[in-house]
């Protein structure tokens, strides 16, 4: 009995783990540098303006039009069911890095006998293994984020986090579970086989440059304001530097309702794959954006967690439904 209640407390107490585990995009770490940030953009802008008051600060942070919002309490609710639920069920079937890795390096040692690499560990490779593995990451992301968007079947889970009409840090986790599982599993496999390859030609040469336990590019990109995309707080690069790298308002932008906006800067970390592609969008000034699907959904379809969990298996077996219909050829 004390048993199963120690499993349920440690249930409960998954959602809060993201918080406190550095390894997770929302810990406090990069939750701290987000607000410093903001804090930063809430003293420049003001002091521009003539208006700069510390009293107007919290108020500017956390506006009521953004936490009273339909949207904003059920990101919060549906944060804490998500993970309640990936904990308990579908973070067990996700594929997993190390068992793909693994399944490599057994691979590779059937087809070419067993590993000896002959290189000695360095700092350089620890450079090279670091880059190697953030572009393979980041160009995944990418890859199954342009998917989600030109696929419509798969859109229709994806709406999900597009459904968002007031922006947080926590509408990160706004996921539907079926998005979660193939981006954590499509990840697991490509990453497995990288850190697979890794680990059989170089050895204990194959090692990560990390800080906070999380490859150093990414920690530092977390680092950089990564929390304020899901803001209202506008941070934008330079127009030269929105090629290379993703900034919060260029993701604010793939947000937008506005048509133009629509299906731009899908980048991850860099914005380079937009740019080859053609979905690359780079805010020139400030831009008034409404945040939404840009549709008659807008305006409390999606203000439940149950319509945020249902919705989008009702969609798309309605699209499999139209698809498949008889039709009259008299
Ligand atoms: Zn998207
Ligand atoms: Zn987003």
Redesign the pocket.
Known sequence: MSEILHELLELARAPFGHFTNTRDRLSYVYLGSALLVAIIVYVVTKAREGTLAAAGLVKWLLPKEVLLHPSCQTDFAYFFVVRLLRAAIYGSVVISSSAVSALTVAGLTSLLGPSAPTVEPSFWIAVGVTLVIVVVIDFTLWFM?YV??VIPFLWDY?KV??SAEVMTPITAARMHPVEEIMDMSVAGVVIGTVYGLFAYFLGPAAVQLTIFEVNVVLAVFFLAAFNLRHSHVWVRYPVWLQHIFVCPAQHQI?HSVAREHWDKN?GFIFAVWDWAAGTLYTPKGKEEITFGLGTEEDGGAWHSVSALMFRPFQQSAERIRTQFAPRRTR
Request: aromatic residues 12%; proline residues 0%.
């Open positions: 984020h989600y968007h994806h986090h597009h793939h899908m």
